[in-house]
């Protein structure tokens, strides 16, 4: 029989620990590359850009939509992958809390 008690201390107990893993997310660091390497960005799990990094021979170059568009690739590339790393966290973090609903995705609980 299904005994609801138990289930809403098991989410508590999810809870708790989503709150936990989610404050450590700053501390997975992701870097992308863009423009062959011209253009590096490093991003943390909690989608903030904590590191831009780029090379000499491009802030020589005047073309600054050029610069922007790197920029911005290597970033979006960072942040798709801290997303994922992030997705990998929380489902390592929370695996066997709660039994596995079809459909039911905690990513979306961060």
Known sequence: MFDMMKMLGKMKEVQAKMKEVQENLVH?????????GLVKATVNGK???VDLEIDNDIVSIKDKEMMKDLIIAATNKALEEADEKSREEIKKQTSGMIPNIPGMDLSGMM
Not at 28 to 36: D, N
């Open 28 to 36: 997975i660091h992701v870097s992308a590359e863009a423009g062959g």
């Open 47 to 49: 989608k903030q850009l």
